[in-house]
């Protein structure tokens, strides 16, 4: 054989041997492509990094449970303070924004006239007494003459008639200082109840009169002091109930600022309204509370909670309570770590609190915060609440 013919054969078993090699190695590549998708397929979706969140316990205690509703500060009583008698209003004994005493002195009507009278009923009824006292001798003279046989028993009778007339007189009289004194006693206007004193209506040098429908100072009862407040209808069975439970102690009501929501009193509930307003679908109640320190103040809005009983719960922050297609749940932590969804049914939620009827027990782990970057299955790491500032850079300027 040939030079040449020995060089082709030796390049066609070269390539020959070269292209067994790139088969063999495309097939081993092959294989284990498919192996590594398979274990992928067996084990499902590759492992998701951890994820950051904030957690914290569900947990067994005591809750006030309460409706709440809007209700107005009113006076305990409002008395519209007026004149009982005509005259000149000559003195105002009073501040404004005054806080009195029951039967203190608020004004003053000029008292000359109503004196006057007084003095001149007084003086008839000594000349009339005089005038009875008189007839009184004078009967028992005739007495005397009658039984001497000595006057007429016309005249007797007559002058008995005088004495009887006489006394009716005296009673009047007697009647007639009463009520000057009374009369007089009206220009001196006291306070009928104790509480702040509003605005003045009539200022002195006025002439007022019983007839003025205005009156003279409005008096407020500020301590103790109401609240009324309504609740939806279906609320009406509830604290109806509470109501016979406690028996004779009265529910306890609190109230709170409605921009603040600082709590203002604490107070027992009074009565529910004898009727259902059937226009609103709500009922009203009136609740009483002590404000020694006035922080209620007649018309007045607050919020009001009615405390119906203390029960012993599971709560969750409301935070941690979460809405999906098929209701609500929350992300628990599982004791190895990881994430899981639990359904859950939410009694009530109040004061940044969720009571879990059923779905948690106390002491699980739940999520309040980083929930929409969890899955089931992802590991939970915890972090801080309110983390730090970064730390300062190393770098120098």
């Avoid at 203002?264 to 226009?279: C, K, P, R």
């Avoid at 009694?347 to 779905?359: H, K």
């Amino acid at each position: 054989m040939s030079s040449v013919a020995r060089s082709a054969s030796r390049k066609r078993l070269f390539w020959v041997l070269a292209g067994s090699i790139i088969i063999v190695g495309f097939v081993l590549v092959r294989g284990y492509v498919h192996r590594a998708d398979a274990a992928d397929a067996a084990s499902g979706s590759p492992a998701a990094p951890p994820v950051g969140a904030l957690t914290t316990l569900a947990l067994l205690q005591d809750l006030p449970i309460y409706r709440s509703g809007i209700g107005t500060v009113q006076a305990a009583l409002s008395v519209t303070v007026k004149a009982r008698v005509d005259g000149q209003l000559v003195k105002v004994a009073y501040k404004e924004g005054q806080t009195v005493k029951q039967g203190d002195l608020l004004a003053q009507i000029d008292p000359d006239s109503y004196q006057a009278q007084l003095d001149a009923a007084i003086a008839q009824q000594a000349k009339d007494e005089a005038n009875y006292q008189n007839s009184l001798v004078d009967l028992a003279r005739y007495a005397e003459l009658m039984k001497q046989d000595s006057i007429a028993k016309q005249t007797y009778d007559t002058q008995l008639a005088t004495v009887a007339q006489l006394k009716a007189t005296v009673g009047v009289d007697r009647a007639q200082v009463a009520n000057a004194r009374v009369q007089l006693n009206y220009t001196s206007i006291h306070s009928p109840i104790a509480g702040v004193v509003g605005i003045r209506l009539v200022d002195p040098g006025n002439i007022v009169h019983a007839t003025d429908t205005t009156g003279l100072v409005i008096v407020n009862q500020v301590d103790p002091i109401s609240v009324v407040f309504t609740l939806p209808e279906d609320a009406f069975q509830t604290i109806n109930h509470a109501m016979q439970k406690s028996g004779t102690k009265p529910l306890q009501v609190l109230a709170y600022a409605r921009e603040s929501n600082d709590q203002l009193g604490t107070g027992q509930l009074l009565l529910i309204n004898n009727q259902i307003d059937t226009t609103t679908g709500t009922v009203q109640l009136k609740a009483s509370f002590p404000n020694p320190e006035h922080k209620l103040w007649p018309g007045q809005f607050v919020n009001v909670h009615v405390v119906t009983g203390v029960e012993s719960v599971v709560t969750i922050p409301s935070a941690a309570v979460q809405r999906g297609a098929n209701g609500l749940y929350a992300f628990l932590v599982k004791p190895d770590g990881t994430a899981a969804m639990a359904p859950i049914q939410v009694a009530l939620e109040q004061d940044g609190l969720a009571v879990v009827q059923s779905g948690l027990s106390a002491g699980t782990r739940v999520v309040v915060d980083g929930q929409f970057r969890l899955r089931p299955g992802v590991k939970v790491i915890e972090r801080d609440a309110n983390p730090g500032p970064p730390a300062p850079s190393s770098k120098g300027s």
